[in-house]
């Protein structure tokens, strides 16, 4: 029952850091989601141009699902329960993936891209103890979507508001600042 209800109380979380994150974004976008293929808590945006045929090959997903689902070019965002060797973290990617992208530097202090995965990884145990957890998680999806849409040419005067919302999360979140080990 421990692990059942951290496990709830880390998708609460992510849930809210990830609809503030799309708060900013004036495109096409997924809505935050469970994906059951992964079981990862994530969310998409498009720039509506039409993307190469993805090659399919996810786990517990027929090919047909993943070649609709990148149909367009996207930057996902989202939080996974468990990476193996790392545990629980945010990822952030773009599809199809531009040049540059793997060698660029984004924020904050423990991201990087993870050459087997293919996507920036941030893991939360670099975020419990900071300051503002959630603050970190919002400003690795933001600058990784940045990245990519810089890379990939996305028109993002067309798709994002000229002033962005002020919808940041309210409190900082961690599993340490509940007391709960």
Do not use: C
């Not at 503030?20 to 997924?30: E, T, V, Y």
């Not at 293929?37 to 993805?54: E, V």
């Not at 973290?89 to 660029?104: I, K, L, M, Q, V």
């Not at 995965?117 to 503002?132: C, K, M, V």
């Amino acid at each position: 029952p421990d692990h059942a209800q951290l496990f709830w109380r880390s998708l609460l979380e992510a849930d809210r850091v990830l609809k503030s994150f799309q708060s900013g974004f004036l495109g096409k976008m997924s809505p935050v989601h469970l994906f059951w293929g992964g079981l990862d808590h994530a969310t998409s945006r498009y720039s509506d141009r039409i993307a190469p045929r993805h090659p399919g090959g996810a786990p517990n997903t027929p090919d047909w699902v993943m070649e609709e689902a990148y149909s367009r070019e996207e930057t996902a965002t989202g939080w996974w329960p468990s990476f193996p060797e790392i545990g629980p973290g945010f990822y952030a990617y773009t599809y199809p993936e531009p040049d540059g992208y793997r060698s660029a530097q984004i924020g904050p202090q423990g991201a990087r891209f993870d050459e087997k995965w293919g996507e920036f990884i941030l893991p939360y145990d670099s975020t419990r103890e900071l300051a503002d957890p959630a603050a970190a998680a919002l400003e690795f999806f933001e600058r990784a979507y940045e990245v990519g849409a810089d890379l990939a040419g996305w028109d993002r005067a067309e798709l994002e508001p000229a002033q962005p919302p002020d919808h940041r999360p309210k409190r900082p979140w961690s599993v340490k600042e509940s007391g709960v080990p």
